[in-house]
């Protein structure tokens, strides 16, 4: 009876825990691409300033960097359906809504941008100056060897 | 710009590239100078951006420069008063003589522009390199610009709008006008959708290019023959002029 009593109290302890968990972490869809090089706590908590001051830049002064673009997020934390087709923010499974409906914070940005990558490799396609901190460099090193 | 700010600026970027690494234990304050530079691919406030058209060989028939501007940046016209225009073609009509001219109008991006006066959040702008723009993330949709502008150049989304071209994002309750193809340029296309179409179908009545360069074609062209900015007597000194009107 006694052994009885300690294996109903861990299946419950088991059950409620994995409950718990369920319940306070978001199941956080996996991206594709090279991992946040400051991490995803950061990223966690600085995000939308980060995209906030890349808006800015963008906008008003053409600055143009790929890598903290909307379309960048987007295209690497895509979440694709079934039929592997990407979802768009209408879906709950969309990567920004996991996190923002669970915290209940409206999100806008997609009703003004695509929620899904309009073409597979459109940023590098638009933007051919992915090597620019590369070339600064080169330049550099160049003018100095002159 | 302290070089300490210049860190804080470029820190993203350095610190996503090894490269970049390794040479700042070479030299760390010039080595950033160089990359922040490399990597500040802005507006150039050195360059004004413009068009010439010639009406002369703008046909009547054709629109094809207002169905690639609707292509590239995914309006669509479906005929309804509320359809946004970002370019549309006009017909002027000479009454004494019966003359017709089809042109097509967009954007003027003007010098001094009406639309920015008017702005009461800043939404509105003159980017440096003379493009005039809506900043749409602060755009409260009041229309202000709209009623501002001599040449009808903008128009309000009314509808929601889905499947935006990533490069052009556009939605509900904001106002939109022509971009002269910012996306573009700012990836050193040098030309816009619309210029491209003309050229296409063969009509080449549009010139593009830096109206500051005295050596571009449309400088060139503009300093050899006779052209006309729309409501000159406003005097906003408009990126957008006419010739054979």
């Known amino acids: ?146 | 710009m302290s070089k300490e700010k210049i860190a804080n600026l470029q820190r993203r970027n350095f610190l996503k590239s090894g490269a970049a690494l390794a040479s700042v234990t070479l030299a760390s304050g010039v080595t950033l100078m160089a990359l922040s530079q490399g990597a500040a691919a802005s507006a150039d406030p050195n360059i004004r951006w413009g068009l010439l058209i010639d009406t002369n060989k703008c046909p009547s028939d054709c629109d094809d420069c207002v169905s690639a501007c609707s292509n590239e940046h995914g309006w669509e016209n479906n005929g309804l008063l509320t359809d946004p225009q970002w370019i549309r073609k006009v017909t002027l009509k000479d009454k004494q003589t019966g003359r017709e001219n089809s042109l097509p109008i967009m954007c003027q991006h003007c010098e001094k522009p009406p639309c920015v006066d008017v702005c009461p959040t800043g939404a509105s702008f003159k980017r440096a390199d003379g493009i005039v723009l809506v900043d749409r993330h602060i755009c409260i949709g009041c229309r202000y610009c709209m009623m501002a502008c001599p040449f009808k150049a903008r128009s309000f989304v009314h509808e929601k709008v889905e499947g935006q071209k990533s490069y052009s994002p556009r939605g509900k309750g904001t106002v939109e006008g022509c971009n002269m193809c910012v996306h573009k340029l700012d990836a050193g296309d040098g030309t816009t959708a619309c210029v491209q179409a003309c050229s296409a179908s063969g009509n080449g009545a549009m010139i593009f290019g830096d109206l500051n360069d005295e050596n571009s074609e449309i400088s060139q062209a503009l300093a050899n023959y006779p052209s006309v900015e729309l409501r000159d007597d406003l005097r906003l000194n408009l990126g957008v002029r006419y010739s054979n009107i």
């Open chain 1, 1 to 146: 009876m006694k052994r009885l009593l300690v294996l109903l109290m861990v299946a419950f302890t088991l059950v409620s825990t994995s409950t718990l968990a369920g319940d306070l972490y978001p199941d956080i869809p996996k991206a594709t691409g090279k991992p946040h090089p400051e991490g995803n706590e950061y990223m966690r908590i600085n995000h939308m300033d980060m995209l906030k001051h890349d808006r800015d830049t963008v906008v008003r002064q053409g600055v143009r960097d790929e890598d903290n673009s909307l379309a960048q997020c987007i295209s690497c934390h895509v979440v694709k359906d079934e039929d592997n087709k990407p979802v768009t923010i209408k879906s709950e499974e969309h990567f920004c809504r996991v996190c923002h409906d669970f915290a209940a914070v409206k999100l806008d940005c997609f009703s003004c941008h695509n929620s899904v990558p309009t073409t597979p490799l459109q940023s590098s396609a638009l933007y051919p100056h992915s090597n620019t901190e590369l070339d600064g460099l080169l330049a550099y090193l160049e003018g100095v060897a002159k």
